[in-house]
């Protein structure tokens, strides 16, 4: 449940964007007109859509019913989100693609760029949907000046932990570095670890912090990128993570997040508490094999006690390119993103603001009775509001492992994870002629 606004200028993507647009404008031309001069919308999901959850068909057959005129069919697609893409610039190609699709956050750059994406930022203004949102996932919905569609979930990073186990230690959930360092190593005294390291999601993990700490790795400027990961904000993250793995306060996990360590080490109690993204609270104690626990859901430790945070993950609902109708497409996909408590039914983190999520009895249980999605809403708007992908992220944060394999096993740095990602991010921009600043 992972998943930015790019400008009219195709400033963000380089002049072979203009050339693209082009030709699939050209070839996308289907009427959208159902019999009785109704509109017919086409909606591709990738939502669980799992027993126990509010179907998606539910809520479209409520939707068709109170709105006569714009009828909605949907589609699940099943396959892995970069194969939704693929097939979604196959259908733009054809002529036949869906009007709404959901694209992840850290996708829609480079989905813009090969064209099969609309800039629907004159019809969300005018119908004021931006602020059913907040704030932080609404930006990630950007490129410049270009807005591609609507956030439905996101994943801003926390902190969770076992508080009764933090509570035997005689420690406290950190809002700060400093405090999450001297944490740590009460834990440890104990055999326990409040940090862990994650190499196979070095990528959000890190990018997320960094935003958080006041980064920001890309700008657009003019018809250029401007790439600059290995700031001083970044290096400061980088920094203080390195400081947890040279004094060994927090626990590498040589398969990364949800292998057979994870799992092993959670359930011994080795594992009390790590930064994680928004959407995990949802199944992560499922391998416990209980039903209630003590663990909570808090702020992102910040170097300042600051609450704010990053993005690992979420998705929005984009209009895709040769969508006749727009206008009443956004309308279906605002009126979609706010239904709450389907939304969070299928276990995600709404992007929406207009409703409070409630979390359901089972989970609230899980989570020692806090409010998870209550106070996941809340750290949405902490979220920061400017920290856009390039068209080639999803490169960058594959390359990033490989350092981040290495500060496992201690032969690299954290730093050199944002070296390799400030050299691919340039070189792969270069690489698909878009200009680097």
């Not at 693929?86 to 733009?92: E, L, R």
């Not at 996990?253 to 292998?259: H, N």
Request: glycine share 10%; hydrophobic share 40%.
């Amino acid at each position: 449940m992972r998943t930015l606004s790019i400008t009219r200028r195709q400033a963000l993507v380089g002049a072979s964007t203009t050339a693209i647009l082009a030709t699939l404008a050209a070839c996308s031309g289907k009427d959208d007109k159902a019999s009785g001069g109704k509109v017919e919308i086409n909606y591709w999901h990738r939502l669980p859509d799992k027993d126990g959850m509010t179907k998606v068909q539910t809520v479209v057959d409520q939707w068709n019913k109170e709105n006569p005129n714009i009828h909605v069919n949907v589609k699940k697609f099943d396959g892995q989100a970069s194969e939704s893409y693929a097939k979604i610039a196959q259908a733009v190609k054809a002529g036949n693609a869906p009007d709404l699709a959901q694209v992840g956050y850290g996708e829609i750059a480079s989905v813009y760029l090969e064209g099969s994406l609309e800039d629907v930022a004159k019809e969300i203004k005018a119908g004021g949907y931006e602020k059913h949102f907040a704030a932080g996932p609404m930006g990630q919905c950007k490129l410049g000046d270009v807005v591609v569609g609507l956030p439905q979930d996101t994943g801003p990073l926390v902190y969770v932990y076992d508080k009764a186990a933090f509570d035997a230690i005689g420690i406290k959930a950190p809002t700060t570095w400093a405090e999450l360092k001297e944490a740590a190593k009460k834990a440890k005294e104990k055999g326990k670890y409040i940090a862990t390291w994650q190499q196979d999601e070095v990528g959000y993990q890190i990018s997320g912090q960094a935003a958080a700490a006041g980064a920001h790795w890309y700008k657009p400027e003019g018809d250029k990128w401007k790439v600059e990961v290995t700031d001083a904000a970044s290096k400061k993250v980088a920094t203080f993570l390195q400081e947890l793995n040279d004094e060994g306060l927090a626990l590498k996990l040589a398969d990364g997040r949800w292998g057979k360590e994870w799992i092993a080490k959670l359930k011994d109690g080795t594992i009390i508490g790590t930064v994680a993204a928004g959407w995990e609270p949802g199944f992560m104690l499922g391998d416990l094999g209980k039903d209630a626990t003590s663990w909570q859901v808090t702020y992102l430790p910040t170097e300042d006690g600051k609450k704010v945070t990053g993005a690992d993950g979420g998705s929005a609902v984009a209009v895709i390119k040769g969508c006749k109708h727009k206008e009443e497409a956004l309308k279906f996909a605002d009126w979609f993103n706010t239904q709450v408590p389907a939304l969070v039914s299928q276990g995600l983190v709404v992007a929406a603001t207009t409703a409070k999520p409630e979390t359901p009895a089972a989970m609230k249980k899980l989570w020692g009775g806090q409010d998870v999605y209550g106070f996941l809403a809340e750290a949405n708007n902490t979220m920061v509001t400017d920290f856009p992908y390039i068209p080639t992220w999803f490169t960058v944060t594959e390359k990033m492992k490989e350092p981040g394999g290495k500060v496992t096993s201690g032969s690299a740095k954290v730093e050199d994870v944002l070296t390799t990602a400030q050299t691919v991010s340039v070189s792969t921009l270069k690489e698909k002629n878009i200009g680097v600043a």
